[in-house]
């Protein structure tokens, strides 16, 4: 069963929402992440990725290392995705705006070869 995520923010969410995990023990690492504003929603929002370790308890996103994804850069305002070929550990949307509706994150990582 590939592993699938899916998260969706009400209108007036802004900043850094808090991130989703991926599994680094797929390989390849091939995911998806798709950004959907619902219904009349708009927005302004990118998608940030880390590559730091969460397997401590004590690990946050506030200690994490982000990079924005190139593919949803920050200004994205239409429904969009992303493809990640390098095992990623969390993903993150960060909100400069929604209003109107809602936006979902939809997560998608197959399954390993191996």
Known sequence: MP???T???PAGSAGAMPSVDLD???SPSNAVASVVLNGAATGSFSLQYTLDDFSSPY????QATWFTSPDIP???AANVNAAFVI???R???VFASLAGGSCTLRVLQGMSIN
């Open 3 to 5: 592993y699938n995520r």
């Open 7 to 9: 998260v969706t923010y």
């Open 24 to 26: 680094t023990s797929i």
């Open 59 to 62: 690990m946050t996103d506030a």
């Open 74 to 76: 920050l200004g994205s």
């Open 87 to 89: 095992p990623v550990t």
């Open 91 to 93: 993903i993150r949307v």
